[in-house]
Nanobody, 116 residues
């Protein structure tokens, strides 16, 4: 079946960096826009960053602009999220999402904790 597996989360100090990866399989990765979302307990899941399937255009939530970078490698069926200058408020479970007009797939999430 379709798989999206996030990795790279963990504990990092404020100001530090992490790189999340989402390895996918069993669907045509290049046909899907890829997104990163995050969620904290008691709050709705929020969109962090997006990258289109065709041009690779990117969009970011205001709260991560100039700190996070989304990228994709269609040869490896993988999407990345480079997170720099991390803040305690970035603490959340980060989810990978694959979307097109027909289907919407989710990974299981990876925990990111920013704390000293």
């Amino acid at each position: 079946q379709v798989r999206l597996v996030e990795s790279g989360g963990g504990l990092v100090q404020p100001g530090g960096s992490l790189r999340l990866s989402c390895a996918t399989s069993r669907f045509i990765f290049s046909n899907y826009a890829m997104n990163w979302y995050r969620q904290v307990p008691g709050k709705e899941r929020e969109l962090v960053a997006s990258i289109t399937s065709t041009t690779g255009s990117t969009n970011y939530a205001n709260f991560v602009k100039d700190r996070f970078t989304i990228s994709r490698d269609n040869a490896k069926n993988t999407v990345y999220l480079q997170m720099n200058s991390l803040k305690p408020e970035d603490t959340a479970v980060y989810f990978c999402n694959a979307y097109n007009t027909l289907y919407n797939y989710w990974g299981q999430g990876t925990q990111v904790t920013v704390s000293s």
